[in-house]
């Protein structure tokens, strides 16, 4: 029987962080594990129980992604289980920087103090890592006023106990893959969270219903629909002039000063949160920045993972994607792959794709199925991305 995972201590990181020449693959403190692997525009690594791919499109990648397993809380010994999160920023990179090194430290920390995993503490760990690069705003954004045009799309998924916990703020999407059919080996997508993007009928309805007397709102531009004519999504981590009205002057740039006053955040960084109670015909989670659902379909990502090896399967994702993204721009794959970063971004935005295989009884098992290393104890894994393509 296959395992999801062995719930010993692992770190998968990826996306660009400063400094970095190359792939810091650690196992119990030791480097040299192989594994990550760059290819032009390409991050990819796969683990068995997970495969991981990325591209990058504009001249600067903006998203950061990362798999853990281990103890959930702040005793190392505590309950076990595994965390994927998909960080899709916009105006920078520094929001998907500070949420990788910080939400994952705030969810244990909170579930340490309500002695367990809830949608509750997925939900306070989105707040306070919100809260804290807000502070860090404050401190910055004489300096770098930019800083707060900053914001970054916010996924995470945890497996605890049986439990598949799911939290979004954005439009990254986490589908599930359900087996229906054993006998045609048929699966159905199920979607895990919402979509929180203006051109979504019901979110302009939510923004509509939370400001009455902002005629501006939402403001359809450019054939899309966006919030304050500016962004497309309702629900993120940083963006802080569309949280506090007082970073709404000189020096933040012309362009994304509030002429209109608010007196409360126009974005939300609460997520919307969804349990599901794994049983055997679940197999496998896609997590993945809109990058990819913009060219594939639910049932096409779904129907692409049952039907290939499990090994590259994020990559064969990412690839299918690219393929649809040029067929869209009327050039060919082999054309697309001569285009540099940057200049890509006209065709596909960055995408990043964590594909996350499970087996309902290795899910349901706690602290037992720690996964051991040859000396006995958790095994320890690091792998962070180069800090450039």
Same mark, same amino acid.
């Given at each position: 029987?296959?395992?999801? %995972?062995?719930?010993?201590?692992?770190?998968?990181?990826?996306?660009?962080?400063?400094?970095?020449?190359?792939? +810091?693959? /650690?196992?119990?403190?030791?480097?040299?594990?192989?594994?990550?692997?760059?290819?032009?525009?390409?991050?990819?690594?796969?683990?068995? %129980?997970?495969?991981?791919?990325?591209?990058? $499109?504009?001249?600067?990648?903006?998203?950061?992604?990362?798999?853990?397993?281990?103890?959930?809380?702040?005793?190392?010994?505590? =309950?076990?289980?595994?965390?994927?999160?998909?960080?899709?920023?916009?105006?920078?990179?520094? *929001?998907?920087?500070?949420?990788?090194?910080?939400?994952?430290?705030?969810?244990?920390?909170?579930?340490?103090?309500?002695?367990?995993?809830?949608?509750?503490?997925?939900?306070?760990?989105?707040?306070?890592?919100?809260? !804290?690069?807000?502070?860090?705003?404050?401190?910055?954004?004489?300096?770098?006023?930019?800083?707060?045009? %900053?914001?970054?799309?916010?996924? *995470?998924?945890?497996?605890?106990?049986?439990?598949?916990?799911?939290?979004?703020?954005?439009?990254?999407?986490?589908?599930?893959?359900?087996?229906?059919?054993?006998? !045609?080996?048929?699966?159905? =997508?199920?979607?895990?969270?919402?979509?929180?993007? $203006?051109?979504?009928?019901?979110?302009?309805?939510?923004?509509?219903?939370?400001?009455?007397?902002?005629?501006?709102?939402?403001?359809?531009?450019?054939?899309?629909?966006?919030?304050?004519?500016?962004?497309?999504?309702?629900?993120?981590?940083? +963006?802080?002039?569309?949280?506090?009205?007082?970073?709404?002057?000189?020096?933040?740039?012309?362009?994304?000063?509030?002429?209109? =006053?608010?007196?409360? =955040?126009?974005?939300? $960084?609460?997520? /919307?949160?969804?349990?599901?109670?794994? %049983?055997?015909?679940?197999?496998?989670?896609?997590?993945?920045?809109?990058?990819?659902? +913009?060219?594939?379909?639910?049932?096409?990502?779904?129907?692409?993972?049952?039907?290939?090896?499990?090994?590259?399967?994020?990559?064969?994702?990412?690839?299918? *994607?690219? $393929?649809?993204?040029?067929?869209? *721009?009327?050039?060919?794959?082999?054309?697309? !792959? /001569?285009?540099?970063?940057?200049?890509?971004?006209?065709?596909?935005?960055?995408?990043?794709?964590?594909?996350?295989?499970?087996?309902?009884?290795?899910?349901?098992?706690?602290?037992?199925?720690?996964?051991?290393?040859?000396?006995?104890?958790?095994?320890?894994?690091?792998?962070?991305?180069?800090?450039?393509?």
């Amino acid at each position: 029987m296959k395992k999801l %995972v062995s719930f010993g201590k692992k770190l998968v990181s990826c996306g660009k962080k400063p400094a970095v020449q190359g792939d +810091d693959d /650690t196992v119990n403190g030791q480097k040299g594990r192989p594994g990550a692997r760059v290819e032009g525009l390409w991050w990819t690594r796969d683990e068995g %129980v997970f495969s991981i791919a990325m591209i990058q $499109a504009n001249a600067v990648l903006e998203d950061q992604c990362q798999v853990e397993s281990g103890s959930l809380n702040m005793d190392e010994n505590g =309950p076990r289980g595994m965390f994927v999160g998909v960080y899709d920023g916009h105006a920078g990179p520094e *929001a998907a920087w500070f949420i990788k090194d910080r939400l994952f430290e705030n969810l244990k920390k909170y579930a340490s103090e309500n002695a367990g995993m809830s949608e509750e503490v997925l939900r306070q760990a989105f707040l306070k890592t919100d809260e !804290e690069f807000l502070l860090s705003v404050e401190r910055e954004w004489e300096n770098n006023p930019k800083i707060a045009s %900053v914001g970054s799309c916010c996924l *995470a998924g945890v497996v605890c106990n049986g439990m598949l916990y799911v939290a979004n703020a954005g439009d990254s999407r986490a589908v599930l893959g359900k087996q229906v059919d054993k006998t !045609e080996k048929a699966f159905m =997508p199920v979607r895990l969270s919402q979509d929180h993007n $203006a051109n979504d009928e019901s979110i302009r309805e939510e923004l509509i219903a939370l400001f009455p007397n902002d005629p501006n709102i939402v403001v359809f531009k450019q054939n899309i629909w966006r919030v304050r004519g500016l962004i497309q999504i309702s629900r993120s981590i940083g +963006d802080a002039y569309l949280k506090r009205f007082d970073f709404n002057k000189p020096p933040l740039p012309a362009k994304f000063i509030q002429s209109e =006053p608010f007196s409360k =955040p126009i974005l939300k $960084a609460e997520p /919307t949160t969804l349990v599901t109670k794994l %049983v055997p015909e679940d197999q496998f989670v896609i997590f993945a920045s809109d990058g990819l659902w +913009d060219h594939l379909t639910d049932q096409q990502a779904i129907d692409l993972v049952k039907s290939s090896p499990r090994n590259g399967v994020a990559r064969k994702l990412v690839r299918a *994607a690219l $393929a649809e993204a040029a067929r869209k *721009a009327g050039m060919s794959y082999s054309k697309l !792959e /001569t285009i540099e970063k940057g200049l890509r971004r006209n065709i596909h935005d960055d995408i990043t794709v964590v594909v996350l295989f499970l087996d309902c009884d290795s899910a349901s098992h706690t602290s037992s199925s720690a996964g051991q290393s040859s000396s006995g104890g958790p095994m320890t894994l690091s792998v962070k991305s180069p800090i450039s393509f």
